[in-house]
């Protein structure tokens, strides 16, 4: 058995060049695949800073003819839970293309009053909802009087919260944005298309 056959060409190449752990990611997107054919791809790495320590993080959304397949890779310190060396988590998660509930694709545009058609701006944020994960947030409801004391209890929302990633132009490059505009419209068409 070859490693990885069923993975494109272009997406190892791809996984390869975020230069994130790529045996790792590989097999681990090889075992979610389970052989059936790879239609797009967006890869999406991101590294974070906290007061000591750099976190990297890495994103490898795959659109088949029947599912959409994510993977995502972190990497951890040493810790008491897992030991002195760090450690690399990798989860893989299999969604029916029939459950996408929404895809919704966030532009972000400077000078908009100089927007030119096609340019999509410097920024996109890619956001998929499959029920899997939601979000409430809460707060104190108001009767719009400001010299009320009366507890009129809650408010809130309920907000879908399964993935989102921001893809920056300065951070990425302008190929980054172009991968995510095209990868958002092919699983629009897909999913608006049941």
Partial sequence: MTLHADLPADLLDQ???????????????????????????????????????????LSVIVLTETRLIFVHVDDHGGDDEHGSHPHGFATSESVALTAVRSVAITHVVSDPQRYR???????????????????????????GDPDCEADHGYTGSLLADDLALRISADAEGNDAVTDAVRFARLLSAVTAGR
């Fill in 15 to 57: 996984i390869e060049s975020a230069g994130y752990y790529p045996q790792l990611v590989a097999d681990t997107l090889d075992v979610s695949v389970a052989g059936e054919p790879v239609r797009a791809q967006l890869v999406h790495g991101e590294t974070t800073f906290d007061t000591e320590t750099v976190r990297r993080h």
């Fill in 117 to 143: 058609a096609g340019a999509l701006g410097r920024e996109v944020t890619l956001a998929i909802n499959w029920g899997g994960v939601s979000r409430v947030d809460l707060e104190p409801a108001t009767c």
